[in-house]
């Protein structure tokens, strides 16, 4: 469930029952790839496996269905709008406490929205986009919130904030929130009303063990532990599942899928991930959202639209997915992806970028870009040659190869470029400090594509946004689709700006990748794929799986999930690889391991801004 943004979208009747306790423990052990947990504050963090531990620790108003990512209750159990769309009321669960014995009452709601809320705060970075609109959040009762907006939000009730207690962060004042860890201390778990308690662990750590909390307001999970333990790559990643030291990987290869799906005791695929990947490019970079103070130092030819438009011709995109990708997704072509098919813009043939070196050239050409007698690309003086420096992130294979293939057939077209290394974090500071001329990454898109379109806005610069695109013709249509009460207008909306976007290219979508996971069935079934059927098994919008998967010798025929009306549970199998040579013993019970990462994938990005980094 790296995917970050991670929602808790247990429905009433989903409610699980006892825990699984037998006289041995049941541990879930993570293992994820790459640098790590960028931030536990759900306020400061940004990469995929910061969602992750949230979603474990707390829980959100609103929840997202298993089947298409839908609203559904969590913490509220109905909601209800006024007839002009400008109050909504959600009624809130009674009976939740905190993992301390604290009960959750509509206040502790209501005062994590309104530290979002509060003007200029940091809370408000990862989160204000949800509650752009929202003039107060107000709690009359303990299980009423009452929120009044300005103007309709056309993305309610969505509102995918983790619901911190009151009681716990009333302490931390505006001023520490930048530095607060939210991590244990003292001996002392994280405090929160999600599934699992946080026991040991810290920002950048390799290792994150969380405790089943045993008040969950759902039913005890099945397992008594999850641990997240971080490898450096995928190799050590699969070793470690053959070996029993871990029950779970994701972020493999595809070919690594299909000879893992040899072994009877590992079922292993390629899931439908709601998510893409791109080359992105420094579109003007500038240390304030209102652009009036530039920094960096970005070549001429990436500001110019035509530029990077052309360049899309230059991407043979069907060759990334069976080179780097290894078949396991589709050629890209607009930031909201396939997935979510009543949003996705589709470009016409007319219009759509296809791998044609002689039209990229042609299109330079027309824009001012010519070739000197030397077969080198000039910029617009006719006299430079041009010279982009491409980043790409170390921890990332595909985010390397890919670059790799991008340098070689710029330099078809007369165009000199270096690649350079960087480690996710650093790259981030690069990235906003604006030194860099492209460079690779991903995002995942939510079901609700207003937080990807608000990222390239023109307020998002130093904040969300990585390219510092700006388009007032955007900005107009995204601040209209963002109030819309009309479903098929603010369809038409997403739809131009994606349009827009496709045009003016501050991102080249390259892949709509797969996750590819593989799990020790021989140990732990009933993951159920999100989007169902067909989608991942833990990188999800929610924690379903977590508390709902079961060790081998209990699971049967995982029919709870079918009864919730799911398919594709993944059922127990027996036989298969050995533990014998697991150089480690994690206690005298089941143990599961979850490798979450950047092997064969890429580890896609949440929101930061480049005062979190300082």
Known sequence: MALALLVAALLPGFAIGGPAHAKSKVVFKVAMLGEGVDSLNPFLGFQSPSYEMWGLTYDY????SMTDMSPQPDLATKWTTSPDGLTWTFTVRT???????????????????????????VEGTNWLSYLQGVKSVTAPNATTVVM?????????????????????????????????????????????????RLVSGSADGSTFTFVANPSYWAGTPHVDEVIFQFYKNDDSAIQALLKGEVDFVEGITALEVKKLQSDPGVTAHNGNSPGFDEIAFNTGSVSNSAGTKKIGNPNPAVLDPKFRHALGYALN???????????????????????????????????KMTFDLTKAGQLLDAAGYKLNSSGQRLEKDGQTVINLR?????????????????????????????VSTYSSSQLTNEIYKGNFDAFQWGWYVEPDPDSMLSYLTCAQRQHSSDSFYCNPAYDKLYNGQHVSTDPTQRVAQVKKMQQILYQDSPYLVTAYSSTSEAVRSDKFACFVPQPNPGGVWLEQYGIYNYIHIKPASEAGNCDQAEAGGLTGAVKATSGGTSTSKAPFLIGAGVVVVILLGLGGVTMRRRKTTLEDRE
């Open 61 to 64: 108003l609103v929840g997202y």
């Open 95 to 121: 009976g939740v406490k905190f993992s301390d014995g604290v009960p959750l009452t509509a206040a502790d709601v209501a005062f994590t929205y309104n530290r979002v809320l509060a003007k200029g705060s």
């Open 148 to 196: 009044k907006l300005s103007k309709p939000i056309a993305t309610l009730p969505l509102l995918p904030i983790p619901i911190v207690p009151e009681h716990i962060w009333k302490n931390v004042s505006e001023s520490q929130m930048k530095n607060y860890a939210a991590a244990p201390t003292g001996g002392k778990p994280v405090v929160g009303e999600g599934p699992f």
């Open 317 to 351: 995109l069907p060759q990334l997915i069976q080179k780097v990708y290894q078949g396991a997704g589709q050629p890209g072509t607009t930031i909201i992806p396939p997935t979510y098919s009543k949003w996705h813009w589709e470009p016409p043939a007319g219009q």
């Open 390 to 418: 491409l980043a790409a992130r170390s921890d990332s294979p595909t985010s390397l190869n890919t670059m790799s293939y991008f340098q070689h057939w710029l330099a078809d077209l007369g165009i000199k470029s270096q």
